[in-house]
């Protein structure tokens, strides 16, 4: 493999250059064009470039409307709804943003669902922008069902991630966390199945509800949640707010989110923030406190830490990229 | 141990009858006597009458003031805010209530943030009232510190739990979740200390890091989260919500829940409702498709079944109860 450097502009340009050569319009791909450069910018590989063949795919096949126009509700002062219309999620996100942030502020909390949307690449990215309106930010997003309840052996939950952005009272981000319900990303089980690897014990169910060590048998099972029972709550939790609050379809009747097939998964979002000023005052000198006793213990680390490393990283040397995988973007585009 | 049989009604009656020896209100009796008998009816006996005799001890030192009036607030039209001064939570929850809930009626969604609180019983039965109101709830309490970040050994953060409300459509609850952070209760850790047992595998570490079998040990130390990492972001997410969004307390600053010393914990509760026909249509529908596919596949079952199946029980039956935990109740009100 052979590897260039990139700067992040170059990576955010690429992937706009690429979705508006599939058919997308130029603010639909301006919206996915910087949650693209931000998972890169973060190390977050698998939302990154290697998502954008499949953007441009998801396009082209119809599964993602790059023409859509979101349309932005606000039936009561505190929710703001937007129908992504089966387009992107994150030109949906930004359609209703203004509407959500000034809500939270003037109720003190508001909530914004998105449904018929798709995935929003990675959701700690709209917590911490939630941080940066110096509003603490509570996000989750639900996907195609790859979990089964306790028990049982079908899917019904997704890897449903959430992700919470703290502000700290400057304008950032104090802490960033974004978690998934599953022990392992979907993703890492897909790589080992492709490579014919063994999964780890702990991992993943077969379609008879038994554990399996091998990858192709557990895509066709269930993944495990993280801490048992608890970890399915979480998911569940999410499905309830970004599904069925949402009015998105359930994560078991979702289209996957890989492949052509299935038509538009319309999956939903479901973001809410809080405004700490209509709550209580000392908020900062309280996360300054818990931050520190979290990070200024020997051995521990804050949420988020490792994608705070890699940020500072790529921002001032730009990502490494195989250059076969930039080949393949540019060629798709000519 | 002999056993007596005692209606849910005279439960009710009892801790009504102590607290108010020990010197609590009318009405803040009432509150707390209605969630003992709550707990009993839903076989959860940790927080039934177990706990009267350190709720009306808690009284007479000074923990909680039983003649503490609540002070309800509204500063935002989404956020209602409730000074329990340092009186018990459960008054403090009623007297914001319709505050709470007729905000979140008329915003789509809003959050009563409680300080200056103490523990709040069972969880997921606040939860359950919201459901009851047609609205979706989500319920966060935190706890004074008892598990440390993963790779540090020093407690930041409680057993935290949150707990989900899941409107039926009909009046009731279609789901009740209710989960701490912790793999195993502390109730249980503290049982086995006092027993001389040892606890499980992967319960809890010592003061200095290590995994302990030692139940006194584990006091010391620190208990692990289910799921790991992800666990404690669980925690850490109801920390920032219930503690430092309320502005309470920080659980690592809070005196303990147990005996006498330490003065009131002024810890914290966050509650949010969100009213599901702000958001969409078919809220119902969606919710009982996704029960059905849990609770209908062979060997899974939904989360709270076994409250649920207790409450048939008890309501019919009453509750088999200690005769010697009663003649102890009932000679501290002589």
Not at 83 to 103: E, K, L, M, V
Request: aromatic fraction near 4%; glycine fraction near 12%.
């Amino acid at each position: 493999m052979t590897e260039l450097t990139m700067p992040l502009a170059a990576v955010e340009d690429l992937c706009l250059k690429t979705l508006m050569a599939a058919g997308a319009t130029a603010g639909n791909a301006r919206s996915v064009a910087r949650s693209t450069m931000l998972a890169e910018r973060d190390g977050i590989r698998s939302h990154g470039l290697l998502y954008v063949p499949i953007y441009a795919e998801h396009v082209r096949c119809g599964k993602v409307d790059g023409k859509a126009m979101p349309v932005v509700d606000r039936p009561r002062p505190g929710a703001v709804t937007v129908d992504a219309a089966t387009g992107f999620a994150h030109p949906a996100i930004d359609h209703g943003w203004p509407s959500f942030i000034g809500a939270a502020r003037a109720n003190g909390v508001a909530a914004m669902t998105i449904y018929n949307s798709y995935n929003c690449g990675v959701l700690g990215h709209h917590a911490e922008r939630i941080a940066e309106e110096g509003l603490l930010g509570l996000c989750m997003t639900h996907a195609p069902a790859s979990i089964a309840p306790p028990g049982g052996r079908a899917p019904v939950i997704g890897t449903n991630p959430f992700a919470l952005g703290v502000p700290d009272g400057a304008g950032g981000a104090a802490i960033v966390l974004d978690q998934s319900a599953s022990v392992i990303a979907k993703s890492e089980i897909l790589l080992r199945s492709k490579e014919g690897r063994r999964i780890e014990p702990g991992w993943a169910i077969d379609a008879l509800g038994q554990p399996t060590l091998d990858a192709a048998d557990a895509l066709k099972g269930s993944m495990l949640p993280a801490g048992g029972h608890k970890g399915f709550g979480i998911g569940l939790l999410v499905e309830l707010l970004a599904s069925c609050l949402s009015g998105a379809v359930l994560s078991k009747d979702a289209s996957p989110f890989s492949g052509t097939a299935g038509g538009p998964p319309k999956t939903g979002q479901c973001f809410i923030a809080f405004d700490p000023a209509a709550f209580s005052t000392g908020f900062s000198q309280q996360i300054a406190a818990l931050v520190d006793a979290i990070a200024g213990q020997e051995g521990a680390r804050l949420p988020g830490a490792g994608r705070r490393r890699a940020r500072g990283a790529t921002e001032a040397h730009g990502i490494r990229v195989d250059s076969a995988l930039i080949e393949r973007i540019n060629s798709s585009n000519r």
